[in-house]
Protein backbone atom coordinates (compact mmCIF):
# COMPACT_ATOMS: atom_id res chain seq x y z
CA UNK A 1 0.00 0.00 0.00
CA UNK A 2 1.12 3.46 -1.03
CA UNK A 3 2.22 5.67 1.93
CA UNK A 4 -0.40 8.66 2.00
CA UNK A 5 1.70 12.17 3.28
CA UNK A 6 0.73 15.36 3.80
CA UNK A 7 1.67 19.25 3.73
CA UNK A 8 0.96 22.24 5.53
CA UNK A 9 -0.12 24.60 2.20
CA UNK A 10 -1.47 27.35 4.57
CA UNK A 11 -2.22 28.62 8.06
CA UNK A 12 -5.62 30.77 9.17
CA UNK A 13 -4.04 32.22 12.52
CA UNK A 14 -7.19 34.25 13.20
CA UNK A 15 -9.33 31.16 13.38
CA UNK A 16 -6.31 28.95 15.08
CA UNK A 17 -6.67 26.21 11.63
CA UNK A 18 -3.62 24.63 9.55
CA UNK A 19 -4.67 23.96 5.74
CA UNK A 20 -3.58 20.55 5.04
CA UNK A 21 -3.63 19.11 2.14
CA UNK A 22 -2.89 14.62 2.01
CA UNK A 23 -1.49 13.29 -1.23
CA UNK A 24 0.28 9.84 -2.21
CA UNK A 25 2.86 7.84 -4.84
CA UNK A 26 -0.03 7.05 -6.38
CA UNK A 27 -2.56 9.86 -6.23
CA UNK A 28 -0.35 12.54 -6.30
CA UNK A 29 -0.45 16.15 -4.91
CA UNK A 30 -0.50 17.68 -8.63
CA UNK A 31 -3.39 15.35 -9.21
CA UNK A 32 -5.41 15.61 -6.20
CA UNK A 33 -4.89 19.70 -5.69
CA UNK A 34 -7.15 20.71 -3.47
CA UNK A 35 -9.90 17.78 -3.50
CA UNK A 36 -7.75 16.71 -0.76
CA UNK A 37 -7.35 19.68 1.30
CA UNK A 38 -9.01 19.82 4.83
CA UNK A 39 -8.93 23.03 7.41
CA UNK A 40 -7.88 21.80 10.97
CA UNK A 41 -8.38 23.25 14.05
CA UNK A 42 -6.06 23.25 16.89
CA UNK A 43 -6.58 23.01 20.43
CA UNK A 44 -4.73 25.70 22.68
CA UNK A 45 -1.95 24.70 23.43
CA UNK A 46 -1.36 24.02 20.03
CA UNK A 47 0.27 20.36 19.67
CA UNK A 48 3.69 20.15 17.79
CA UNK A 49 5.71 17.31 16.48
CA UNK A 50 4.49 13.88 16.93
CA UNK A 51 1.45 15.11 18.79
CA UNK A 52 0.09 17.28 15.69
CA UNK A 53 1.25 15.15 13.23
CA UNK A 54 -1.38 12.36 14.97
CA UNK A 55 -3.92 15.23 14.86
CA UNK A 56 -3.55 15.74 11.21
CA UNK A 57 -3.81 12.25 10.26
CA UNK A 58 -6.65 11.77 12.45
CA UNK A 59 -8.38 13.66 9.11
CA UNK A 60 -6.68 11.89 6.55
CA UNK A 61 -9.09 10.36 4.66
CA UNK A 62 -7.70 6.48 5.06
CA UNK A 63 -10.29 4.43 3.83
CA UNK A 64 -10.66 6.46 0.74
CA UNK A 65 -7.10 6.56 -0.42
CA UNK A 66 -6.98 2.78 0.43
CA UNK A 67 -10.02 2.44 -2.02
CA UNK A 68 -8.76 4.51 -4.60
CA UNK A 69 -4.77 2.95 -4.88
CA UNK A 70 -6.86 -0.53 -5.00
CA UNK A 71 -9.27 0.79 -7.78
CA UNK A 72 -5.53 2.29 -9.91
CA UNK A 73 -4.03 -1.09 -9.06
CA UNK A 74 -5.06 -3.30 -12.62
CA UNK A 75 -4.49 -6.56 -11.17
CA UNK A 76 -7.42 -5.76 -8.66
CA UNK A 77 -10.52 -6.29 -9.70
CA UNK A 78 -13.16 -3.51 -8.00
CA UNK A 79 -16.24 -4.09 -9.26
CA UNK A 80 -19.23 -1.66 -8.80
CA UNK A 81 -22.46 -2.53 -6.83
CA UNK A 82 -25.49 -4.24 -8.96
CA UNK A 83 -27.37 -1.00 -9.18
CA UNK A 84 -27.82 1.19 -12.48
CA UNK A 85 -26.35 4.72 -12.82
CA UNK A 86 -29.11 7.57 -12.31
CA UNK A 87 -31.90 5.15 -10.47
CA UNK A 88 -33.97 7.06 -7.90
CA UNK A 89 -34.61 4.89 -4.92
CA UNK A 90 -37.37 5.50 -2.49
CA UNK A 91 -35.37 4.86 0.75
CA UNK A 92 -38.39 3.64 2.46
CA UNK A 93 -39.65 0.96 0.18
CA UNK A 94 -38.22 -1.91 -0.91
CA UNK A 95 -35.37 -1.91 -3.17
CA UNK A 96 -36.38 -3.14 -7.05
CA UNK A 97 -33.98 -4.77 -8.56
CA UNK A 98 -32.61 -3.07 -11.84
CA UNK A 99 -33.12 -4.49 -15.24
CA UNK A 100 -30.44 -6.36 -16.95
CA UNK A 101 -30.70 -3.13 -19.47
CA UNK A 102 -30.31 -0.79 -16.88
CA UNK A 103 -27.44 -2.90 -15.29
CA UNK A 104 -26.10 -3.26 -18.53
CA UNK A 105 -25.99 0.40 -18.68
CA UNK A 106 -24.15 1.16 -15.59
CA UNK A 107 -21.19 -1.37 -16.44
CA UNK A 108 -20.82 0.08 -20.06
CA UNK A 109 -20.25 3.51 -18.10
CA UNK A 110 -17.76 1.74 -15.52
CA UNK A 111 -15.51 0.06 -18.51
CA UNK A 112 -15.57 3.45 -20.00
CA UNK A 113 -14.23 5.00 -16.59
CA UNK A 114 -12.04 1.49 -16.18
CA UNK A 115 -10.46 2.59 -19.74
CA UNK A 116 -9.88 6.23 -18.24
CA UNK A 117 -7.88 5.11 -15.51
CA UNK A 118 -6.13 3.15 -17.61
CA UNK A 119 -5.17 5.71 -20.07
CA UNK A 120 -4.11 8.49 -17.01
CA UNK A 121 -1.78 5.19 -15.58
CA UNK A 122 1.86 3.91 -16.54
CA UNK A 123 2.55 2.19 -20.07
CA UNK A 124 4.99 0.07 -20.44
CA UNK A 125 8.45 0.71 -22.62
CA UNK A 126 11.62 -0.97 -22.73
CA UNK A 127 11.27 -3.14 -19.20
CA UNK A 128 10.43 -0.39 -17.94
CA UNK A 129 7.22 1.72 -16.61
CA UNK A 130 6.67 5.44 -17.11
CA UNK A 131 3.58 7.69 -15.64
CA UNK A 132 1.09 8.93 -17.64
CA UNK A 133 -1.08 10.81 -15.19
CA UNK A 134 -2.93 13.95 -16.42
CA UNK A 135 0.82 16.00 -15.51
CA UNK A 136 2.74 13.59 -17.07
CA UNK A 137 0.84 13.31 -20.37
CA UNK A 138 0.59 16.96 -20.51
CA UNK A 139 4.91 16.97 -20.85
CA UNK A 140 5.20 14.09 -23.15
CA UNK A 141 2.86 15.80 -25.18
CA UNK A 142 4.65 19.25 -24.87
CA UNK A 143 7.24 17.75 -26.00
CA UNK A 144 6.10 15.95 -28.98
CA UNK A 145 4.45 19.05 -29.82
CA UNK A 146 8.20 20.70 -29.99
CA UNK A 147 9.46 18.03 -32.03
CA UNK A 148 6.50 18.12 -34.38
CA UNK A 149 6.49 21.95 -34.54
CA UNK A 150 10.69 22.24 -35.38
CA UNK A 151 12.52 18.86 -34.91
CA UNK A 152 14.04 19.03 -32.37
CA UNK A 153 13.93 18.66 -28.13
CA UNK A 154 12.74 22.21 -26.28
CA UNK A 155 16.13 24.10 -25.38
CA UNK A 156 17.47 22.78 -21.91
CA UNK A 157 15.46 19.18 -22.38
CA UNK A 158 17.55 16.15 -20.17
CA UNK A 159 18.38 13.77 -22.91
CA UNK A 160 16.42 11.05 -20.49
CA UNK A 161 13.04 10.58 -18.99
CA UNK A 162 12.09 9.62 -15.75
CA UNK A 163 10.23 5.70 -15.28
CA UNK A 164 7.94 4.93 -12.45
CA UNK A 165 11.17 3.34 -11.05
CA UNK A 166 13.13 6.78 -10.88
CA UNK A 167 15.20 6.12 -12.97
CA UNK A 168 16.13 8.18 -15.82
CA UNK A 169 16.06 6.32 -19.32
CA UNK A 170 17.81 7.84 -22.14
CA UNK A 171 16.69 9.69 -24.88
CA UNK A 172 19.70 10.49 -26.75
CA UNK A 173 17.68 11.94 -30.14
CA UNK A 174 14.31 12.44 -31.94
CA UNK A 175 13.66 8.91 -32.89
CA UNK A 176 14.71 7.40 -29.04
CA UNK A 177 11.58 9.70 -27.79
CA UNK A 178 9.53 9.31 -30.84
CA UNK A 179 9.76 5.42 -29.89
CA UNK A 180 8.84 5.96 -26.43
CA UNK A 181 5.69 7.77 -27.15
CA UNK A 182 4.99 5.17 -29.54
CA UNK A 183 5.00 2.88 -26.74
CA UNK A 184 2.36 5.12 -24.54
CA UNK A 185 0.34 5.06 -27.93
CA UNK A 186 -0.06 1.19 -28.19
CA UNK A 187 -0.56 0.74 -24.63
CA UNK A 188 -4.00 3.07 -25.17
CA UNK A 189 -4.75 1.35 -28.09
CA UNK A 190 -4.64 -2.04 -25.66
CA UNK A 191 -6.82 -0.31 -23.20
CA UNK A 192 -9.24 0.79 -26.20
CA UNK A 193 -9.22 -2.99 -27.50
CA UNK A 194 -9.26 -4.46 -23.81
CA UNK A 195 -12.07 -1.72 -23.10
CA UNK A 196 -14.18 -3.04 -26.57
CA UNK A 197 -13.62 -7.27 -25.43
CA UNK A 198 -15.43 -6.91 -21.86
CA UNK A 199 -18.35 -4.53 -23.63
CA UNK A 200 -18.16 -8.13 -26.29
CA UNK A 201 -18.19 -10.12 -22.86
CA UNK A 202 -20.93 -7.75 -21.41
CA UNK A 203 -23.44 -8.31 -24.42
CA UNK A 204 -22.89 -12.06 -24.14
CA UNK A 205 -24.11 -11.79 -20.61
CA UNK A 206 -27.31 -12.71 -19.76
CA UNK A 207 -27.82 -12.89 -15.88
CA UNK A 208 -26.82 -10.79 -13.04
CA UNK A 209 -23.71 -12.47 -12.23
CA UNK A 210 -22.52 -12.82 -15.63
CA UNK A 211 -22.59 -8.68 -15.53
CA UNK A 212 -21.17 -8.32 -12.47
CA UNK A 213 -18.28 -10.75 -13.59
CA UNK A 214 -17.40 -8.16 -16.22
CA UNK A 215 -13.94 -6.67 -14.51
CA UNK A 216 -11.06 -4.67 -15.65
Known amino acids: ?30 ELGARAQYAISLPIPAPEGDALRALIMDYCPVEWFET ?27 LVEPTLD ?20 TFPYAGKLFSCDTVSRSDIDGVANHIGLFGTFPDGFPGAW ?18 LFAGMAAQ ?19 TQEEIAAVVW
Open 1 to 30: MATIKFRIVDTVPAERQIIVRFFSEVLTES
Open 68 to 94: MHRVRDPSTPTPMPLVAIGQVIDGTAP
Open 102 to 121: ELRAAKTAEINAWRASANLS
Open 162 to 179: RAVDNSMYPLPDVDAFRA
Open 188 to 206: GTENFNYSQRLKAQLDLAT
